[in-house]
């Protein structure tokens, strides 16, 4: 069983372009979680998906923010208009079931906006 | 809502010695815990989980940790330490639903030779 991937892993990028992530998640898995790591902290929740439906946003993701799942496989992440601030790590994980369950995570992106 | 305190930023510790990793939750409901352990430049890999049952569990690499719930704490240890094991480490709590982790700020482990 391959692991999430995440493309591209790494992201340099000059502030005011959009930027697109995509995450590939474990075969079969139907929950797929975005987070965001800045240095030195924790990974703080985005959003996350049931399928291809988004059921929650954290109030994190401004309106410059998307994130869809079509067709409940892959998920991309895009920013819009990116500032300095956005500079950080975006991990994706995926988890095989509803309810409490352990999730798997990718590599993640790097992102760097200059 | 959950959140999670780790009160160590830094522990160095001796190739050989024991480890012990603090990990405080604050959550509602019935807690659903986690350690994970990042590798520089890596994603997070998951050393225990903590769903119900027997209060003490093992994990990988030789890890454990216990869930106290008089003191809202799941404490990670391990007897022995080996320079490899020079990581940061996140503890996290889970909902019911399964909906998200709630992270801890991590401790980032130093291993002395």
């Known amino acids: 069983d391959t692991g999430v991937s995440q493309d591209p892993r790494h992201k340099i990028t000059k502030r005011g372009q959009n930027v697109t992530f995509r995450c590939d998640p474990i075969?079969?898995?139907?929950?797929l979680y975005w987070y965001r790591q800045t240095l030195g902290q924790g990974p703080e929740f985005l959003t996350y998906?049931?399928?291809?439906?988004?059921?929650?946003k954290s109030r994190l993701l401004s309106d410059r923010f998307s994130a869809e799942r079509p067709k409940g496989s892959f998920s991309t992440l895009e920013i819009q208009r990116t500032e300095q601030g956005d500079s950080a790590m975006y991990l994706c994980?995926?988890?095989?079931?509803?309810?409490?369950?352990?999730?798997?995570f990718g590599p993640g992106t790097r992102l760097t906006v200059l | 809502a959950q959140s999670v305190t780790q009160p160590d930023i830094h522990i160095t510790v001796s190739e050989g010695a024991s480890l012990e990793l603090r990990c405080n939750y604050s959550?509602?409901?019935?807690?659903?815990l986690f350690w994970y352990v990042q590798s520089p430049g890596q994603g997070l890999q998951l050393l225990l989980k903590?769903?119900?049952?027997?209060?003490l569990v093992q994990g990988i690499k030789g890890f454990e940790a216990e869930f106290k719930r008089s003191q809202s704490s799941f404490n990670l240890r391990k007897p022995s330490v080996h320079w490899s094991d020079a990581a940061e480490y996140f503890c996290?709590?889970?909902?019911?639903?399964?909906?998200?982790?709630?992270f801890g700020g991590g401790t980032r482990v130093l291993v002395k030779p």
């Open positions: 994980a995926s988890s095989p079931r509803t309810g409490p369950d352990t999730q798997y």
């Open positions: 075969s079969e898995h139907n929950r």
């Open positions: 998906f049931q399928n291809e439906a988004q059921l929650e």
């Open positions: 959550y509602g409901a019935t807690p659903y």
């Open positions: 903590y769903f119900s049952g027997d209060t």
């Open positions: 996290a709590v889970g909902d019911a639903a399964g909906n998200k982790l709630t």
